[in-house]
């Protein structure tokens, strides 16, 4: 995310909307910090605050899809 930040800094608004692929957020899960939010965490609290030039797409994976 730090380069929201540095848009917002800068007061640079992109003339396109900025996307950002999130692949298989649910397999983040098994990838916890020590401290701090993990990815879902994080994007559930922040979400909100974000611009309305950027976009998420975000997949998760089913037990089914995975072998």
């Known amino acids: 995310m ?3 930040f540095l848009f917002l800094s800068e ?5 396109e909307d900025f996307i950002i692929l999130i692949d ?4 983040a899960e098994f990838h916890k ?3 701090g939010d993990t990815i879902v965490s ?4 922040m979400i909100g605050k974000f611009p309305s030039w ?3 797409v975000v997949t998760v994976r089913t037990s089914l899809q995975v072998r």
């Open 33 to 35: 910090p020590d401290y």
């Open 42 to 45: 994080f994007l559930s609290k």
């Open 11 to 15: 007061r640079k608004i992109p003339d």
């Open 24 to 27: 298989g957020l649910n397999e």
């Open 2 to 4: 730090l380069f929201l």
């Open 54 to 56: 950027l976009k998420l």
